[in-house]
């Protein structure tokens, strides 16, 4: 009998080493090594194709004799998909779909693979049940569209030949997580598990040119449970969050080898599935009558979509001795960094009220051109002095105060002239070359926060 291999795996980042270690020499985390069996070769199971021993020696081209082809595309039903994959989905291209649980990664999929006119899809689910899987479909859609093929089964070398039969156009497997192979001993959802299944799809994909979309869970810190290695194995990764409180969820691209990342796709989730939102500054900006002290709007721009979006902050008298600071939907450092600049630039007593900041919608922004919507907001509360909800900002702010300029303003300008904005706060240096004239939306140019609160406040 052969003796059985095994080795120790990070069951954070992948590392293998031959030992037992206390803390990963790759990723520094502690107490994430255990044993997984190896046991390649043992079996003579045949993964995808392998079985026929073709194996092409590839020789080196010169890069001006290699034929250009352009990738070919397939447009999926959904529009905000298509758009975070870079415009539409590539033939024989993995990706890879993570997400908390709960937040809809298999709704999204099955809602894909039904929609899908005239495709073969085959929908591989090692989570749930035919029944269970039945009762989703019906809830999304009474006439699905597609060729879509349901198969429950976790063992890949099984899957491979269900594929063989069925030739799907598009394969989708929910979860890596759950699927194992016969070619390795340890359990679903290890390292080694999740390497190998994955790297047996990644061969089918390749080989057949269909493209693979897999589920994978989510550890509590956000990363793509299982191995990093996952994230450098597949052609794009994308993000599916949101709050589950909250209706709207956001399709993030962090890696995609056929477009590019920053984009963003939003869905709101309903009782009949999710359904995209075109529009999306109209659902971040909350209807109201009058007008409130401490809410701004930023023109910010996600990806290449410029989006409106509504800031709130509230500033407050510290009760206990050492003011509060949170922050939801914005790094908190930037805000501590902003609020330092209003106390030296233009004298705000901060250091001893409590300053919290929420971003409305649940988004994440990251754009710097929010910072000067974010200021405006602290300032409102601060003094207890609404702003017009007809005004909005698109511009960054420095260390010394300044106001600095941002990427692509006109069509910043142009959205928020699109939604009914009367005026639009923007830097000084930013309006170079830019037609003024195009515009009926007022341009108010700034270069000094100190201008901005006397503009504000008179
Ligand atoms: P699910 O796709 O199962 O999440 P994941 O695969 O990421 O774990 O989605 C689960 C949630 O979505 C569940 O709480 C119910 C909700 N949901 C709706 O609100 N409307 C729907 O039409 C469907 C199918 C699910
Ligand atoms: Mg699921």
């Known amino acids: 009998m052969a003796k059985t291999k095994s080795a120790y795996f990070c069951q954070s980042c992948g590392y293998e080493s031959p030992k037992w270690l206390g803390k990963c020499p790759s990723c520094n985390q502690w107490n994430t090594f255990v044993e997984e069996v190896i046991d390649k070769g043992a079996l003579n199971v045949p993964t995808w194709k392998s079985a026929s021993g073709t194996q092409r020696l590839n020789k080196p081209s010169k890069v001006e004799q290699i034929e250009a082809t352009t990738e070919e595309r397939t447009l999926t039903s959904d529009a905000e998909l298509d758009r975070v994959l870079g415009g539409g989905l590539v033939a024989g291209s993995v990706i890879l779909i993570g997400g908390e649980p709960g937040i809809g990664k298999s709704t999204l999929m099955l809602q894909l693979a039904l929609n899908m006119p005239n495709k073969r899809i085959l929908y591989i689910s090692g989570e749930e049940s035919e029944q269970q899987i039945k009762m989703r479909a019906e809830r999304i859609t009474n006439s699905p569209k597609a060729d879509c093929y349901i198969l429950t089964e976790t063992a890949t070398q099984n899957i491979f030949k269900q594929i063989e039969q069925l030739e799907p156009e598009i394969v989708i497997v929910d979860s890596i997580q759950t699927l194992h192979s016969a070619h390795i001993e340890s359990t679903p959802g290890s390292v080694s598990q999740v390497r190998e299944c994955t790297a047996e799809l990644l061969r089918f994909a390749k080989e057949t040119a269909t493209p693979v979309f897999l589920i ?153 051109a929010i910072d000067l919507a974010i200021m405006a907001a602290i300032i409102s509360s601060h003094e207890d002095i609404s702003i017009s909800s007809k005004i909005c900002f698109a511009a960054e702010v420095g260390l010394s105060g300044e106001i600095r300029a941002v990427n692509r303003i006109e069509q910043r300008i142009a959205e928020a002239e699109k939604l009914g904005f009367e005026k639009i706060v923007v830097s000084n240096y930013n309006l170079k070359g830019v037609d003024r004239d195009k515009f009926k939306i007022q341009l108010i140019t700034v270069s000094k926060i100190e201008e901005v609160f006397a503009l504000l406040f008179g």
């Open 216 to 368: 994978g869970h989510i550890t509590k810190d956000g990363a793509i449970a299982g191995p990093k290695i996952l994230e450098h194995m597949v052609d794009t990764v994308l993000q599916f969050e949101g709050d589950r409180h909250h209706i709207y969820r956001i399709l993030r691209s962090i890696k995609n080898r056929f477009g590019a990342t920053a984009e963003l796709g939003i869905y709101a989730m309903q009782g009949n599935g999710l359904r995209e939102v075109s529009n999306p500054s109209e659902i971040l900006l909350s209807q109201r009558d009058e007008e409130l002290s401490g809410i701004t709007i930023g023109a910010t721009l996600e990806g290449a979509r410029p989006m409106l979006i509504e800031t709130q902050a509230l500033v407050s008298i510290s009760a206990y001795g050492t003011p509060q600071r949170s922050a939801t939907g914005f790094d908190i450092r930037r805000m501590n960094m902003l609020l330092a600049v209003l106390e030296k630039k233009c004298g705000f007593r901060l250091g001893v009220k409590d300053v919290f900041l929420n971003i409305a919608g649940g988004i994440k922004v990251e754009d710097p």
